[in-house]
């Protein structure tokens, strides 16, 4: 995933990946998305060993953003009304540890923000 200048990278995994591609598409400042597998143990995986749950993988979202358009924090509030982080075995129709909740960061900054909002939502007891 090419990063032009002056955007920024982010990555998501919650549930199905075209569910979430769909869900940040739709957002004003995203520039592109990319669906694929990350983590794991087996190096280019098909689907259908993602599939059996063995492998490690995430079905995940990378994404290009502008950050003069939309910060970072902007997508953070996003991932977490598209679904629910606790459920861990999966979402929706969707089921296996390839579909639990992963937010990937690309420096410091992008940690300590989801940090700090996965924090709040535990404090309002949203989750």
Not at 19 to 27: G, H, I, P, S, T
Not at 40 to 52: F, I
């Amino acid at each position: 995933m090419d990063q032009p200048g002056g955007f920024a990278k982010a990555a998501f995994a919650a549930g199905c990946f075209w569910d979430v591609e769909a869900a940040f598409r739709q957002v004003n400042g995203v520039i592109e998305t990319i669906a694929g597998y990350t983590g794991g143990t087996v190096p280019d995986p098909t689907y259908e060993q993602v599939e059996s749950g063995t492998t490690g993988h995430v079905e995940a979202v990378g994404i290009v953003f502008d950050p003069a358009v939309i910060p970072y924090e902007r997508l953070l509030d996003r991932f977490w009304e598209i679904h629910d982080p606790t459920k861990d075995g999966g979402q929706g129709d969707y089921t296996g540890p390839q579909y639990r909740s992963v937010i990937f960061f690309f420096e410091e900054e992008q940690r300590s923000a989801a940090e700090k909002s996965r924090d709040q939502r535990i404090r309002a007891k949203r989750y």
